[in-house]
């Protein structure tokens, strides 16, 4: 199989010729929270997929529903003159779950990237049905993640993920984040930083002219740029300058929502209600690509008191609605529920972020810990913490091999170790992850 994937596979998250000399883990089973692999170990997956196995891989529900729709319905999409019973039955479900954040409408893609591309051409739509066709730009973080696919990537804040396929889309243009650890201003205050962001938001709107912008968007805590919560007056402040400006808020939950927080969405964690709200990953537990952006009703209205015919222009995918995806996602919905994983999320979470904290005490590669919010931590590694001067590629490696030996999964991003496990975990699991990354430090230091 090490042969074969190395032959076969392009990975595009590493070097084409590392393939061979540092094979990827091949998972070939999976249990509860943990993840066999090909020689036979079951460690805990600390990544939870990649922050979408919410309710672990045993989840039977969601399975029987997708057995039950393919011998129903295998294949029917809402792109054009056409719906399905296992979509419209999900589309109310999502309109009650999302009623408080004031989004009742559902445009069905099949994972986070379409979602993130959806929600970006809509808005520019929004805005020309609207007759102010001048608002094209967009607005978003430095150190924010996006997806891949065009629009994503250029409001993507990573230059890493970007300068690849340059010249990306023109007129987007990227803030500050509220990033405590690291910021231009020197500023370690989070009250005070998000302040300054805030401020730099602004100052950008006023360059550009605020007629010309679509949109802002963001994560309500940055997950893959490495977990950074902002402080909780940041958010609500983007909002209020957006409203104020005409410009589109634009909520990036494909990580946050459903309950990673410890709130059923990242922008009802901070109080916030976006225009649009980009969800995929645990819409379906990870058990099918699919994805759903939610819809303010505002919104919803400008499109259906269209007089100009541009609201007509076409916008889909082959697998927007499918019913099969839809199936999964009423069953997880209905487990996610049940489960109350929200809670369970929020209370393991402050386990996990205490324990990790009291790594950092032991061990000074930890530069800064991230969490607090439910079941998203970060470790941002350093060579030298007067410095902050990031870890070498040696010891990082070390660290992910000797924790996963030692039962646990964690994924390495950058100078970050990212911890976002499935929600159902218990109190033992966390312990699992925490001596496992002890081991892996002890053996990195
Ligand atoms: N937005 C965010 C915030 C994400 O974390 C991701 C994926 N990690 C995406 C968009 C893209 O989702 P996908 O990989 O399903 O296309």
Redesign the pocket.
């Known amino acids: 199989l090490k042969e074969k994937n190395a032959r076969s596979l392009w990975h595009p998250m590493a070097h084409p010729a590392d393939s061979l000399a540092n094979p990827p883990t091949i998972v070939t089973g999976a249990e509860g929270v943990s993840i066999i692999d090909v020689d036979g170990h079951k460690v805990v997956d600390g990544v939870g997929g ?3 196995v919410n309710l672990g891989f045993s989840c039977q529900p969601i399975k029987d529903a997708i057995a039950a729709q393919l011998e129903q319905l295998p294949y029917y999409s809402t792109f054009r003159g056409t719906t399905n019973d296992a979509v419209i039955e999900l589309s109310e479900e999502l309109r009650e779950f999302f009623e408080p954040d004031g989004l009742t409408r559902a445009f069905y893609t099949s ?6 591309e959806t929600a970006l051409r809509l808005a520019r739509q929004y805005h020309k049905v609207k007759g102010e066709p001048a608002r094209t730009k967009y607005l978003s973080l430095k150190k ?6 065009f629009g ?1 990537a250029s409001v993507n804040g990573n230059a890493n993920f970007r300068t690849a396929y340059e010249p990306l889309m023109a007129g987007c243009f990227h803030i500050p984040a509220p990033y405590p650890y690291r910021n231009p201003f020197n500023e370690t205050d989070p009250e005070k930083l998000a302040q300054l962001c805030l401020q730099a938001l602004e100052d950008e709107i006023a360059f550009q002219g605020a007629g010309t912008i679509a949109a802002f968007i963001m ?1 309500p805590i940055l ?2 740029g490495g977990v950074i919560p902002p402080h909780k007056s940041f958010m609500p402040g983007v909002r209020d300058i957006c409203t104020r400006n005409g410009i589109l808020l634009i909520a ?5 929502a459903f309950g990673r927080t410890g709130s059923w969405s990242g922008s009802r964690h901070w109080g916030v209600k976006p225009d649009f709200m ?1 969800t ?2 645990a819409i379906t537990n990870g058990y099918f ?1 699919f ?1 759903a952006v939610m819809i303010a009703d505002d919104v919803v209205q400008v499109f259906e008191g269209d007089k100009t015919g541009k609201a007509a222009i076409g916008h889909g995918y082959t697998y927007s609605g499918h019913p099969v995806g839809a199936a999964a996602a009423l069953a997880c919905l209905a487990e996610t529920k049940r489960l109350k994983v929200n809670e369970n999320a929020a209370a393991r979470g402050a386990e996990l972020f205490s324990g990790l904290q009291a790594l950092q005490d032991k061990y000074e590669m930890i530069g800064d810990v991230r969490g607090g919010h439910g079941l998203m931590c970060a470790l941002e590694l350093v060579s030298d913490r007067a410095s902050k001067a990031p870890i070498g590629k040696g010891p990082i490696g070390t660290l992910q091999e000797v924790t996963y030996q030692n039962g646990a999964m964690v994924r390495v991003s950058g100078p970050n170790v990212i911890l976002s496990p499935p929600l159902v975990l218990t109190s033992a699991d966390v312990q699992t992850i925490l001596t496992a990354l002890d081991a892996g430090f002890a053996a990195a230091s």
């Open positions: 990649l922050w979408n994972g986070g990237s379409d979602s993130v924010g993640y996006h997806g891949t696919h994503g994560e997950g893959a990036d939950e494909v990580i946050t980009c995929a990953k690509p994805g």
